[in-house]
């Protein structure tokens, strides 16, 4: 089946540093999503990428659909304590005139030292 | 708007019993998917419905079903509980099964003992 490399699997920075994630794939996507998710609590939702080569932001937050459509990164500036969570990629794929469930990476564990 | 809701939140189990959880998409709503995440594989995509219809089914064994209804809450079902399946099930809904971003309820906890 189809797998996600997300990599690092935990980053431990300083407040104030920015943050970079990335996710590869043996395989084409569609989409590409990160999603940020806190304990107990399930994934939100931060950034929908839906073009190949497309660069979007939302706050602090941007992401980029790789050009290949087999990667994606995930970039955080000027990190504050509440960025601290487990952020994942997902992508989608198309299959069958479809779109097909969402496949995750492992993760990224953020830890922002004080 | 109201998010995605999921019941019951947490839930005890025992071996060989069979538990089903129910999902309340946004309004609006009409494809609802289901997870499964440990924290040995991580999330995984068990099944998604829309308009009361499997639209796709993950690599799960026939112990995991679903159904949707028409005004698109959804319930899944395991049957013949096994200790492996304790996890965090996590439903997600969408605007449609197009590759729009789902948007996740907060999950129920299920352990099997």
């Known amino acids: 089946g189809q797998q996600l490399n997300q990599s690092p699997q935990s980053m431990f920075i300083q407040e104030g540093e920015d943050v970079s994630m990335n996710c590869t794939s043996s395989s084409i996507f569609n989409t590409w999503l990160w999603y940020k998710q806190d304990p107990g609590e399930g994934p939100v939702l931060l950034i929908a990428?839906?073009?190949?080569?497309e660069l979007t932001s939302n706050g602090r937050l941007t992401a980029q659909f790789g050009i290949t459509r087999k990667d994606s990164f995930l970039n955080i500036s000027a990190s504050i304590p509440s960025d601290v969570g487990i952020y994942f990629c997902?992508?989608?794929?198309?299959?069958?005139?479809?779109?097909?469930?969402?496949?995750f990476g492992k993760g990224t564990h953020l830890i922002i030292q004080p | 708007k109201a998010g995605v809701t999921q019941t019951p939140r947490y839930l005890i189990k025992t071996r060989g019993q069979q538990v089903t959880l129910s999902c309340s998409p946004i309004s609006g709503h009409r494809s609802v998917s289901w997870y499964q995440q440990t924290p040995g594989q991580g999330l995984q995509f068990l099944f998604e419905y829309f308009s009361e219809t499997q639209r796709n089914k993950g690599n799960f064994p026939g112990r995991f079903s679903g159904r949707q209804f028409s005004n698109s809450r959804s319930e899944m079902n395991v049957s013949t509980l096994e200790l492996g399946d304790s996890a965090l099930y996590l439903c997600?809904?969408?605007?449609?099964?197009?590759?729009?971003?789902?948007?996740f309820g907060p999950g129920t906890r299920l352990t099997v003992t």
């Open positions: 997600a809904s969408s605007l449609t099964a197009g590759p729009y971003g789902q948007y």
């Open positions: 990428l839906y073009k190949a080569g």
């Open positions: 997902a992508g989608q794929s198309r299959s069958g005139g479809g779109a097909d469930g969402l496949t």
